[in-house]
T-cell receptor, first 115, second 115 residues
Framework: GDSVTQMEGPVTLSEEAFLTINCTYT??????LFWYVQYPGEGLQLLLKATKADDKGSNKGFEATYRKETTSFHLEKGSVQVSDSAVYFC??????????????FGQGTELSVKP | GAVVSQHPSWVICKSGTSVKIECRSL??????MFWYRQFPKQSLMLMAT?????????EQGVEKDKFLINHASLTLSTLTVTSAHPEDSSFYIC???????????FGPGTRLTVL
């Protein structure tokens, strides 16, 4: 079945450091890929998405490129801020496997940015 | 756009009582709503998928008689935890699709504590 694997956290960085959170997936069909962010005590917010191979999603300085050849969707940001501290979830939606738009989530990666 | 609300944001109840959680799409019609459960520092576990006017589809291992889901309109779904016990204490999150079929918009979550 479909699955998403993220790098384990927690990830601790200093402010203005470069961020990479790795995400790889397995899917039966041609999934859409997502990054969601969860701030402490809150629900998930959509950060960015990509719907087909080679698409790049971007938002708030974060980027991720849909790489079909490596089945990856790594999240990057050039210069993190303290306010980026949160848990980041990679997810996929595979219409061939999941009818109704179900999301399959990775386990989440906690990011802590120190001043 | 794409705002989903949940009410209440937190609730404390006694063991054996029932608790109802509401999920509303505020500015769009939600064709499908999803209910998740999240344990501390863990990923989201999909409990059920509901479409307006039809019975919810529950994931394997989720007790449908314990977690009653009603999706009476295109903007409202409710989750009722019946005869709650301390092990039901968790963070419950809903999401909705409608604007883009493969994108879920999440509510802020409801923290349930059963004493």
């Amino acid at each position: 079945g479909d699955s998403v694997t993220q790098m384990e956290g927690p990830v601790t960085l200093s402010e203005e450091a470069f961020l990479t959170i790795n995400c790889t997936y397995t899917a039966t069909g041609y999934p859409s890929l997502f990054w969601y962010v969860q701030y402490p005590g809150e629900g998930l917010q959509l950060l960015l998405k990509a719907t087909k191979a080679d698409d790049k999603g971007s938002n708030k300085g974060f980027e991720a490129t849909y790489r079909k050849e490596t089945t990856s969707f790594h999240l990057e940001k050039g210069s993190v801020q303290v306010s980026d501290s949160a848990v980041y979830f990679c997810a996929l939606s595979d219409p061939l496997y999941n009818q109704g738009g179900k999301l399959i989530f990775g386990q989440g990666t906690e990011l802590s940015v120190k001043p | 756009g794409a705002v989903v609300s949940q009410h209440p944001s937190w609730v404390i109840c006694k063991s054996g009582t029932s608790v109802k959680i509401e999920c509303r799409s505020l500015d769009f019609q939600a064709t499908t709503m999803f209910w998740y459960r999240q344990f501390p520092k863990q990923s989201l576990m999909l409990m059920a998928t509901s479409n307006e006017g039809s019975k919810a589809t529950y994931e394997q291992g989720v007790e449908k008689d314990k977690f009653l889901i009603n999706h009476a309109s295109l903007t409202l779904s409710t989750l009722t935890v019946t005869s709650a016990h301390p092990e039901d204490s968790s963070f419950y999150i809903c999401s909705a699709t409608g604007l883009a079929p493969d994108t879920q918009y999440f509510g802020p979550g409801t923290r349930l504590t059963v004493l």
